[in-house]
């Protein structure tokens, strides 16, 4: 089968192609995905708009409102060494530091992982716990949609088939806000397999106080990547204690359903959450972490 293929310099260009193929385009970034898919034969684009060369795509930058927009086509290498991101949000490079290899994350884009909403992807999971905001763009204009309403099932994202990804925004968060990411991933870099996260932002008491505010996101443990109110307001008004992290564990309990794989059981997925929430909460609230750095192996 031909497959026609455009490189777009601009969104217009790539809209007024998505709009042309009649739903029969495939947007590719960095292809990091997409290629897999299509020598697997589960994709098989008859068109595909090509939106890695849209400058509009490619740059971070912080706002005058303090809010930090990464375009979709910024790379995950590019997030990992972003001053403007590490002093606004040190948990993200710290994330996308940890993506694959160097091979995987000098093509893979921010916006390919949010738009491929592949359960396991780690910036989406980033992305929920920030309450960041996806701006689309399609033949109407722009459109925002919330993290939070963005993965609807597995593999499958709000985004119409005539719009793309223009670029994340990420609001500044209030003054006493820390963040943390933890993973576990029984792998080498290479190997695209289970693997299970958490992002953590909060906002700490005065004096240790109690958490005033506390925002999560779970990686690999549902058919999207996952938040849960439930699961955050055991933590509001609360202190890190064996008590609450009980509480937790068994919030994740009700609320998880991991997909059962050939690597684990449904209720082991469960369990590392627990453990890694545990993990990655203490990190966030006194730096401390229990594990060996943010990837266990
Ligand atoms: C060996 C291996 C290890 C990996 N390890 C990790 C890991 O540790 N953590 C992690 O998070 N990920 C991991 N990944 C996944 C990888 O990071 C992502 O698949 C990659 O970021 C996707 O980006 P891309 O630009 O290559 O997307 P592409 O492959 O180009 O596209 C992916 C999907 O997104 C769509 N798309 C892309 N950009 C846009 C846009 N702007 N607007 C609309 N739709 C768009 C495409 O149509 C396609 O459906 C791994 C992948 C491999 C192969």
């Known amino acids: 089968m031909s497959c026609r293929y455009t490189r777009a310099r601009t969104t217009a260009e790539a809209v007024e192609a998505l709009v042309a193929a009649k739903g029969e385009a495939h947007v590719i970034a960095g292809g990091v995905a ?94 929920l716990a920030l309450h960041a905001t996806m701006r689309t763009v399609g033949p109407d204009g722009a459109r925002d949609i919330p993290a939070r309403e963005f993965f609807v099932d597995l593999y499958e994202t709000a985004l119409r088939e005539d719009e793309l990804l223009r670029e ?79 509480r937790a564990r068994k919030k994740l309990f009700d609320v998880l359903d991991p997909i059962e794989d050939h690597l684990y059981s449904a209720d082991y997925k469960r369990h590392v959450a627990a453990v890694t929430l545990r993990r990655t909460v203490m990190k966030a609230f006194d730096g401390t972490w229990e594990g060996e750095g943010v990837l266990i192996r």
């Open 168 to 246: 994340i925004l990420i609001p500044p968060m209030k003054p006493g806000s820390v963040t943390a990411f933890g993973k576990y991933a029984a792998r080498k870099a290479m190997d695209y397999t289970s693997t299970i996260s958490v992002a953590v932002r909060l906002v700490r008491g005065a004096d240790d106080g109690p958490i005033e505010e506390i925002s999560l996101g779970f990686g690999g443990v549902g058919q999207t990547p996952v938040h849960s109110e439930e699961v955050e307001n055991v933590f509001v008004g609360a202190v890190p204690s064996d008590e609450t992290f009980g």
């Open 34 to 127: 997409l290629v897999i898919l299509m020598n697997e034969r589960l994709v098989e684009p008859t068109w595909l708009v090509d939106v890695s060369g849209i400058d509009a795509l490619r740059s971070i930058d912080r706002l005058p409102d303090g809010m930090i927009r990464i375009g979709a086509a910024v790379t995950h290498r590019e997030v990992a060494e972003s001053e403007i991101v590490a002093e606004a949000f040190p948990m993200v490079p710290e994330m996308a530091a940890e993506i694959a290899c160097g091979r995987i994350a000098n093509k893979g884009t921010v916006g390919g992982s949010i738009c491929l909403a592949d359960p396991q992807g780690d910036p989406p999971v980033a992305m």
